[in-house]
């Protein structure tokens, strides 16, 4: 016990907070730059929906101009 008190006491307890507040910052950033992915590929999935939308607006448009000429 006398050991680790020695040490905290010196330049161990600098070591211990140093470690703490470097783990710390690497999962603030970590997090910080998982979240930055999902936003860009959520941004990347916007014009292909736009696009399935459209080809679902054009699909049924063509069905309504040929269902209007067969009659």
């Known amino acids: 016990m006398h050991d680790l008190m020695t040490f905290l006491s010196g330049n161990g307890l600098w070591v211990m907070i140093i470690a703490v507040v470097a783990i710390t910052t690497w999962f603030k950033f970590r997090e910080k730059e998982l979240r930055t992915h999902e936003e860009l590929r ?8 736009k696009m399935k939308e459209l080809e679902i607006e054009l699909e049924k448009t063509k069905g309504r101009s040929s269902t209007g000429q067969a009659s």
Request: hydrophobic share 40%; proline share 12%; charged share 40%.
């Open 42 to 49: 959520a941004k990347e999935m916007e014009p292909l929906q």
